[in-house]
Structures are given as structure tokens and as C-alpha cells.
């Protein structure tokens, strides 16, 4: 007897229709699965044979012969196991074929128990797309899917509650659609308890403000990872797409929490310095999203950047150009979007201490070459604000009145989204870090004073095509803080400023 039951399987951040088909068949008892199975898809035939018989059904004891289609594209992962068990029960006349409407999607335990996959959004999507009227999924991923309009969704526990859903014994509850709630509240550490560091503050509002790359070059003990690590905290609140698009990756990479199943916060990424080009950029034989992807929407800091091995750093070049990243496999290729802040800290020397006002630098001038020459000048090109963070001062240290809250600079930030969006919302673009070429000549619009201030800082510091463009997107950022249309004299000095670290330091040597 043969049955088909509709399933869905996942590649990158896509997910696709699958088929499974069951024949059973006289011959010798046996059980084969067909259509390009991996380890994992293989070793449902145990997982399955055990939930059926732990649940008093029978085995059929005959030849069985499951299908995958279509049988040219690699399945992956456990998510196949209840379709391939409803399929069985199908063809050996055990339940009837459920409508050509529904999915199925879920991992079995030994005793039925139905436990969670992974990329059950990116496969909810696709079953939408795709006319499937009402998706089965594991408990467990259920409010996932149950973001997906139009899509009834079913959250199973056990093969046994499934069952007798099906057969009309005890209904099941679909679930509401997921609604999306905006996160208003401020979360994580306070910028309220950074003392001092007045012009480092002014750079982090301002690449939140637009979305731009940060560079923080001091001391040791300055406060460059306190400072990052309080990014998060006035970062505006995510849109429904932005979340969406974040929960898929999380969803595909296994990092989704149970309980939250909706990424409603910005990521906030920060991968060790010893991190391979790989675990950056994504990879593996099933590509797998990396950090800068994990970091889509959000911020991925770069503590100690000339402690990253070169390649590593090499590998962000095109994604913080691009804001996407593609990998090539053997398994094929697989694009995630990497839309995201850079934010990175370093010293200015081995020691540390190069340019301290009372600490003497105790490295040469070529131990210093080469520690800041291990970033390469496109990486700096690409990082919008260089900014420098100084030793606090005693008195600001002791001073009791803390600085200006997140609040406080998130609602100026949320201010100057909302300008950017406004504004950008016919050019596919959310913020002003993502203006194309095109977009600049269109809304960054400088006075004549302005043009001529750029003119002459171009040329005295020898700036590239992109260095320019960066600035002129920082000044839009900067003229969309101060409520300004048109970007004037102030506004591109002050973004001007940010670009001194190409001469102050050896980068350009």
C-alpha cells in the first residue's frame, strides 16, 4: 500500500516542500529511506519504529520503502521523523491520509514524546507560500510558527495526542496568530554609569542614531567595552521585519529560546578574538549562519580587533559592504543578510599606552607598525567613526552625578529613526548606513560651506571615494539629530572629525 504526507525541510534561511512517501510492499522485512538522506534522516527508522510500537500500534512486517521528494536535494536533520511515522501508519491502513492541505514537522522520542527542530520559521513560511492551509508542529516551536498569517497551527506534544486529533477523539487547539509587541523598554547596562567620556558618548548616539560602523581606539581600563556594551541600551526598538528576519536566523542556528520565540531585542554579539573566518562569516557542509548573521539588526563587537587573526578580519569586508554574506558549499550556496553595526575596541599599542598623558609607551615604533598594521586600511575604510577614548579623570570618577541615562539618548535616537524611515521608506532602506551611491547624491544635500569644508578635508587628508561617502552619511546622521534637512557647515565638521584616526595613528603609513 502506498501514502503520501506533506512535510518541510530547510536549507540556509530558506525552507522547502517535501514529500514523504511510504510503500509497503511484500518481500523481505526491511526499511529503506530514499531521496538524498543524511545521517540524522537515516537513523529516523529506529526513532520511528520505536514510537510506534511504545505507543501499542503495529509494525508492519513487510518491506517499507519511505521517499523523500524531490530526491535531489540533500534533507537534513530529525524533522522528518512524525511525517515518516503518519506516512507508515497511512500505507499500512492504521489512519486516514490526512487532506493535502496540512504539514507535518517534528522530532520523535523513543516513547512518542514529539520534541522541537530547528528552522520551523523559515519552514512555516514556506509552507504558507506554498497554499498549506494547517501546519502540525512540535509544542515547542508552535508560537513560532504561529507568527505566519493566514496559517493555522497546531502545537503537538505526543504521537498519541496527534493521533487521536486526527481521528476526531480529542481535538486539539489551534494557535492565535503570534502579534508582534514592540520592545519599548530600555534593557542591559546604563550609559547613566559611564562617567566622563563626553565625546565618546556623542559617537555612540550618533552610530546608533544611523546605523553606522564604530571604531574606539584607547588606553587599557578606559571604558571602550563599557561603552559598547551599553550600545544595545538606546538602539531604537526593532520593526516587525527587522524581528522577523532575526528570529529566522536564530530559528535555523538553534539559538531561539524555548520561551521567547519571537527576537524582539537587538543581538548583541561578541565573539572571542581567537573566532575562525568561518565562525564569522558562516559555514560548515550545511551552511550554518555566522556571527556577523547572528548579529543581523544588531551590533557585533570586536573586542581587542588586532588580537583577530587577519583572515578573520579580511572575511568582513564585503558583508559590511554588502550587508549580506555568501557561502559556497558542496552542498550549494546559501546567502544571509548581515545588516549590521561593527562596533570594535583596541589599543593604541602592544602596551597600551602609546599617547597616554602620564604613562610612558614602552614599545618601539615598529612593534607598534605592526600591531596596528594588522588592520588593514578597506577594514578601516569601511568603520564610519574613529573615535578616541581617554583616560577619565579622578574627579570625574568620584563625581557622584552619573552621566545622561539610555533613556534619555534613546529617545533622540528613536527621533532620528523615525526621520530615516520616513524618509527612505520607497528606497528599501531603514536607516542612513545603508544609503546607496545613488541615495547620497539625493537627500545628502550640503550647504556651500559644507561643500567646501569637504573639498578641502578630501584633499589635505588624502581620503577615498568610500572614506567620502562615509562621511557624508555621517553628516546626515548628525543633521537628522540636530532636526536638520539639509546638511550644513557643523554637521559635516563634526563628522569630518571622526576620520582623524587616518592620520593620527599608522594606518596610512
Known amino acids: 500500500m502506498y501514502a503520501r504526507v506533506n512535510s518541510f525541510g530547510v536549507f540556509a534561511l530558506d525552507g522547502f516542500a517535501v514529500t514523504v512517501e511510504a510503500d509497503i510492499s511484500g518481500g523481505l522485512p526491511g526499511f529503506e529511506i530514499v531521496g538524498l538522506p543524511d545521517s540524522a534522516v537515516k537513523e529516523s527508522r529506529d526513532r520511528v519504529r520505536s514510537a510506534i510500537k511504545n505507543n501499542h500500534l503495529a509494525w508492519p512486517v513487510s518491506r517499507i520503502t519511505v521517499n523523500l521528494a524531490p530526491a535531489d536535494l540533500r534533507k537534513s536533520g530529525p524533522v522528518y521523523d512524525l511525517p515518516v511515522l503518519l506516512a507508515l501508519l497511512c500505507a499500512s491502513g492504521q489512519l486516514e491520509t490526512p487532506p493535502s492541505s496540512c504539514a507535518f514537522l517534528g522530532e520523535l522520542a523513543l516513547d512518542g514524546t514529539v520534541r522541537g527542530v530547528n528552522g520551523t520559521l523559515s519552514m512555516a513560511t514556506a509552507a504558507a507560500q506554498c497554499g498549506i492551509k494547517t501546519l502540525y508542529v512540535p509544542t515547542a516551536n508552535a508560537r513560532e510558527a504561529a507568527l505566519v498569517p493566514g496559517l493555522q497551527v497546531f502545537g503537538v506534544k505526543s504521537v498519541s495526542s496527534l493521533l487521536d486529533h486526527l481521528s476526531g477523539k480529542v481535538p486539539l487547539t489551534p494557535l492565535p496568530h503570534t502579534q508582534f509587541e514592540e520592545q519599548t523598554d530600555v534593557f542591559g547596562p546604563d550609559f547613566a554609569d559611564v562617567h566622563g567620556q563626553a565625546e565618546a558618548r556623542r559617537a555612540m548616539e550618533i552610530a546608533a542614531a544611523g546605523g553606522h560602523n564604530l571604531l574606539l581606539v584607547g588606553p587599557p581600563g578606559t571604558g571602550k567595552s563599557m561603552l559598547a556594551k551599553r550600545l544595545p541600551s538606546i538602539l531604537p526598538p526593532m520593526t516587525e521585519a527587522e524581528a522577523i528576519e532575526t528570529t529566522k536566523i536564530y530559528s535555523v542556528a538553534g539559538l531561539l529560546g524555548r520561551e521567547e520565540q519571537l527576537c524582539r531585542t537587538r543581538p548583541f554579539r561578541s565573539p572571542h578574538h581567537s573566532v575562525s573566518p568561518r565562525g564569522l562569516s558562516g559555514g560548515g557542509s550545511i551552511p550554518k549562519p555566522g556571527e556577523i548573521s547572528l548579529a543581523h539588526n544588531g551590533v557585533l563587537f570586536l573586542d581587542e580587533l588586532p588580537e583577530f587573526k587577519r583572515d578573520a578580519l579580511e572575511v568582513l569586508r564585503q558583508p559590511m559592504e554588502d550587508g549580506q554574506v555568501t557561502v559556497s558549499r558542496v552542498a550549494g550556496s546559501a546567502t544571509f543578510p548581515c545588516r549590521t553595526m561593527v562596533v570594535a575596541a583596541m589599543n593604541p599599542c602592544p602596551c597600551g599606552y602609546y599617547g597616554h598623558p602620564t604613562k610612558a609607551c614602552s614599545c618601539t615604533a615598529s612593534a607598534i607598525d605592526r600591531y596596528l598594521q594588522k588592520i588593514s586600511g578597506p577594514l578601516l575604510d569601511r568603520i564610519d567613526l574613529h573615535v578616541e577614548v581617554p583616560p577619565v579623570e579622578y574627579a570625574e570618577i568620584r563625581s557622584e552625578q552619573g552621566g545622561e541615562s539610555s533613556s534619555s539618548i534613546r529617545s ?88 582623524s584616526l587616518d592620520r593620527k595613528y599608522h594606518f596610512a603609513r
Open 412 to 499: 533622540r535616537v528613536v527621533a532620528a529613526r523615525a526621520l530615516q524611515l520616513k524618509r527612505y521608506r520607497f528606497d528599501g532602506i531603514t536607516c542612513n548606513a545603508q544609503l546607496t551611491s545613488e541615495l547620497l547624491r539625493r537627500y545628502c544635500t550640503l550647504t556651500d560651506s559644507a561643500d567646501r569644508l569637504l573639498a578641502a578635508a578630501f584633499t589635505r587628508m588624502g581620503l577615498s571615494a568610500r572614506a567620502y561617502d562615509r562621511i557624508l552619511k555621517v553628516g546626515r546622521t548628525i543633521a537628522d539629530l540636530s532636526g536638520s534637512e539639509q546638511i550644513d557647515i557643523s554637521h559635516i565638521s563634526e563628522a569630518i572629525q571622526y576620520r
